[in-house]
């Protein structure tokens, strides 16, 4: 299948206002590294080549990030930095094009902007606030199912039902394993009375190019964005299949600040160079809230002893 990847990274950012003031959020650092590059690893891990990002005003760091440094490598030449032979290797791997997004009217239109780039490609869409840990690549999972059963695929997670209005939902046609679903209906981000399931779409998606189409003159949808979602209904109208898989491994949301404390806890416990230190830092603060705990209720009895 050929395929490329669309990154849309245009976005303000505003849940981590003032930082994403100048930093773009997609650089924020996941313990190492920005956690763009965590995607972007995951699509190499893939056997994707052609990135293409859409970016906006006061995004140039990421392409940046993406480029070669060579003041850096001059001054690091004598040290091994193994960090930045990582991001080189990547550098050289791939290639990378950035469209600019001129006004943030939405994902689907974010998608719609990149539609240059593209002839007859699949269109493998990585949202960058979702980032996974999988023992086979979230994407590769979607690609290998996309190229078997000639469809397009998006990954989906069950959420409790009160999380139903922040996702875009399906309704399923017919569920053809424990975690394959061939889709009947999508709708985006549908009040909880409203939602056909709680099978909600995460930031993974391998859909057709004539997805670029099914964006076209789009209405505006939830929340007055053109929404990728409505894209993917109208590929359903046109009578793409569409089936939605769940991702075998572990999803992180790195696109709330506490999200991203989460996401920056779970990847230092993981990591061989923090783990240690991590473990003994968290077991330390444990038994010092344990002995707080403690400490309140004995006092929780103490006042209601002087209370009788
Ligand atoms: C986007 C999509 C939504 C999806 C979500 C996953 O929404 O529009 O369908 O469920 O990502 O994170 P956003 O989070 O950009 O509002």
Same mark, same amino acid.
Do not use: C, G, P
């Given at each position: 299948m050929k395929i490329k990847a669309i990154i849309p990274a245009a976005g303000f950012g505003t849940r981590f206002l003032p930082t994403t003031k100048s930093v773009p959020k997609e650089l924020l650092p996941i313990v190492d590294k920005p956690a763009i590059q965590y995607v972007v690893e995951e699509g190499i891990n893939s056997g994707i080549k052609d990135f293409v990002m859409v970016t906006s005003k006061n995004k140039k760091a990421i392409e940046d990030h993406f480029d070669n440094f060579s003041e850096l490598e001059t001054i690091l030449k004598n040290h091994k930095n193994e960090s930045l032979l990582e991001i080189s290797q990547i550098i050289e791997k791939s290639n990378f094009l950035f469209i600019r997004q001129r006004e943030q009217l939405g994902l689907g239109h974010a998608i719609w902007t990149a539609r240059s780039a593209f002839n007859d490609e699949h269109v493998a869409v990585f949202l960058p606030d979702d980032i996974f840990t999988c023992e086979i690549p979230a994407m590769a999972q979607l690609i290998k199912i996309a190229t078997q059963e000639k469809c397009n695929v998006i990954a989906v997670q069950e959420v409790p039902k009160e999380d139903v209005s922040r996702y875009g939902i399906i309704d399923v046609r017919r569920q053809l394993s424990p975690n394959l679903f061939h889709v009947k209906d999508l709708i985006e981000k549908p009040a909880i009375n409203k939602a056909p399931s709680n099978l909600a779409i995460i930031g993974r998606y391998v859909l057709s190019p004539n997805i670029f189409s099914s964006l076209d003159n789009l209405q505006f949808g939830a929340g007055g964005e053109v929404q990728l979602t409505d894209g993917i209904q109208n590929l359903l109208l046109s009578g793409e299949k569409v089936f939605a898989y769940k991702v075998q491994g572990q999803r992180f949301d790195a696109g709330t600040i506490f999200g991203w404390l989460k996401t920056n806890i779970e990847f230092a416990l993981k990591h061989p160079k923090y783990s240690k230190d991590t473990i003994e830092y968290l077991s330390? +603060?444990? @038994?010092?809230? +344990?002995?707080?705990? &403690?400490?309140?209720?004995? +006092?929780? @009895?103490?006042?209601? @002893?002087? &209370?009788?």
């Open positions: 330390m +603060l444990d @038994k010092e809230f +344990l002995i707080m705990q &403690s400490k309140a209720d004995a +006092l929780k @009895k103490r006042v209601t @002893k002087l &209370s009788f």
